[in-house]
């Protein structure tokens, strides 16, 4: 063995590189070389940012937090068309 490293390319304690390769031809008592999957690596997940313009802000941290996100609100801010207390704008945008 030569050694372990991290892989998903195979279950781990498992045998996932060799040298030489398979199917390759060689002389008997040939040392045969091979690397072990120790774990796997991590996998990044992606999501998609749920839209919560115009939100209460109680209703978006709600609805962040089950998806997986945090919110972080900015400066208060003033908006016509939008009632206070409700969310304005969000970075980054719905569906990013």
Partial sequence: MVGEEASNEAAVGT????TPSENDIVKKNTVIE??????ALLVEETLTV?????LER???EEL????GFML???EPAYDDLVEVGKVISQVPGPEE
């Avoid at 962040?64 to 998806?67: A, K, P, Q, S, T």
């Fill in 64 to 67: 962040l937090e089950e998806r």
């Fill in 72 to 74: 972080h609100v900015a």
């Fill in 50 to 54: 749920p839209d919560v313009i115009g």
């Fill in 15 to 18: 045998i996932f590189r060799q």
């Fill in 34 to 39: 091979v690397t072990l999957v120790k774990e």
């Fill in 58 to 60: 109680s209703k978006a």
